[in-house]
């Protein structure tokens, strides 16, 4: 397509793409995803659509496209999760909620945290640069680290961050582990997450052996969670 007329095409999915013409928006996000560097002013108005609680239907498309861009090879603001872009921005209104204690909407049950799964559940490496792909799973995992109720999920953005035939999985590991002992990230919820998550990596030495120092932690809680994870039957 001619470059003048790219602009013009991009906007036209991106109110298609948050349209109620269920055949044609469906489309028009995945084209959105590709040509919303033509428009980033447009990208960015979807942000509201996903932070505002009270908005029912358009949320999820224009969430599907804000992820989809994330991970696409646009250029920052819109590419990744680096301070000040589109999905930081999304997801920082939505932890600030979820901190403050999520609003009773009639129609509603725990939309703010809801919408934070939908975004980062939906996170695979779509372009092939898995460098890039990983960079963005720990700058999700940073913002979700702020907020108790959300290492649970931090925690499988850092380990999908994780490439399992590195060289050095296991000081990537033991680099994890330690933040089970810092203050204030729920090391209960966070041993539980990152000791059952070597199961669909195929449990790695590297990964067995920070479980067996789980299980010996000290504090009960951490103690408990890694040893209620089995590794082989019984």
């Not at 239907?57 to 496209?65: E, H, L, P, T, Y």
């Not at 002992?181 to 449990?203: I, M, N, S």
């Amino acid at each position: 397509m001619p470059g003048e007329h790219r602009p013009t095409f991009a906007a036209l999915m991106a109110r298609l793409a948050i349209g109620d013409d269920i055949a044609s928006a469906g489309p028009a996000r995945g084209h959105l995803v590709a040509w919303g560097r033509y428009v980033p002013e447009a990208v960015r108005a979807l942000v509201p659509l996903v932070t505002d609680l009270a908005e029912r239907d358009r949320w999820k498309g224009a969430a599907q496209v804000l992820i989809g861009v994330a991970l696409a090879d646009a250029p920052h603001p819109l590419g990744g999760c680096a301070p000040g872009s589109v999905l930081a921005d999304a997801l920082t209104a939505l932890i600030g909620v979820v901190r403050a204690g999520e609003p009773a909407l009639p129609g509603h049950d725990q939309p703010a945290l809801r919408r934070i799964a939908a975004l980062v559940g939906s996170m695979w490496c779509q372009n092939g640069d898995a460098a890039a792909f990983r960079a963005t799973q720990r700058a999700v995992a940073a913002l979700l680290l702020a907020e108790p109720v959300l290492v649970p999920e931090a925690t499988r953005r850092l380990v999908t961050a994780l490439d399992p035939d590195a060289p050095d999985l296991g000081e990537r590991l033991a680099e994890l582990s330690g933040l089970v002992a810092e203050d204030g990230l729920a090391p209960g919820l966070f041993a539980v997450a990152l000791a059952t998550a070597g199961a669909p990596l195929g449990w790695p030495a590297a990964w067995q052996e920070l479980l067996h120092a789980l299980r010996r932690d000290p504090r009960p809680d951490v103690r408990d969670a890694a040893l209620a994870v089995y590794t082989e039957p019984a």
